[in-house]
């Protein structure tokens, strides 16, 4: 199996991989039953900027927070503090809601256990946050990050790109396990790195140990 043994490191999604998001939306809508059209705003605002390189965290927040005042007609004090309610509410959705996938897992301790690197990169922030409610041990992973880290969003290759350039390791050398084939699959082959499609490819490749 030279496809997923030959690799040095491993970029695992979060949201849909990592864990089954299932009704995520939904728990969202309840959270801010009194906020729905906030929310919603700055969904569809993020899919805007998908693939779209700001070059940093902080030129894709202000960009994000801005028209997001914009399009509702509130503050950027209040746009700002949405988005990080926004991210606190994600995090106590996960932790009381939704558990690791434990193909996954299984998967992310057989490379550990190898010795080859693990990274998590999800679209949103407060990566570590999310894990750690998801109660999975950080400790495995060389490196955790948001694509909003790098101020691109995927398909955006700058993240993938970055996080090879940060282990030193050839991007072909890279494996990208994710469940959407428009951004981390894009994503990847736009950074000559291998994509496995969450489940279809994955449960192919990896039927001998899940």
């Not at 990592?18 to 899919?47: E, G, T």
């Not at 988005?83 to 992310?108: E, G, Q, T």
Request: proline share 3%.
């Amino acid at each position: 199996m030279e496809y997923i043994d030959d690799v040095d490191a491993i970029i695992f999604d979060l949201d849909g991989t990592i864990y089954n998001k299932k009704f995520l939306k939904f728990y969202f809508s309840l959270a801010f039953i009194n906020k729905l059209p906030l929310m919603l705003s700055y969904l569809k605002l993020r899919k805007k900027y998908y693939g779209v390189d700001y070059g940093t965290n902080k030129k894709f927040r202000e960009i994000i927070i801005t028209e997001l005042a914009i399009k509702l007609s509130i503050s950027t004090k209040k746009s700002e503090e949405f988005i990080d309610l926004f991210m606190n509410k994600f995090v106590s959705i996960l932790k009381y809601r939704y558990k690791p996938n434990n193909d996954i897992i299984n998967v992310i301790d057989k490379y550990y256990n190898k010795g080859t690197k693990i990274v998590c990169l999800s679209d949103f922030s407060m990566v570590k946050e999310r894990l750690l409610a998801l109660n999975i041990d950080i400790n495995k992973f060389t490196l955790i990050k948001s694509s909003e880290d790098y101020g691109a969003l995927k398909p955006a290759k700058t993240p993938f790109l970055k996080i090879a350039e940060e282990l030193n390791i050839s991007p072909s050398k890279i494996i990208v396990i994710g469940d959407r084939d428009d951004t981390d699959g894009e994503g990847a082959r736009k950074s000559n790195m291998r994509f496995i499609k969450y489940p279809e490819k994955f449960n192919t490749l990896y039927s001998n140990i899940i």
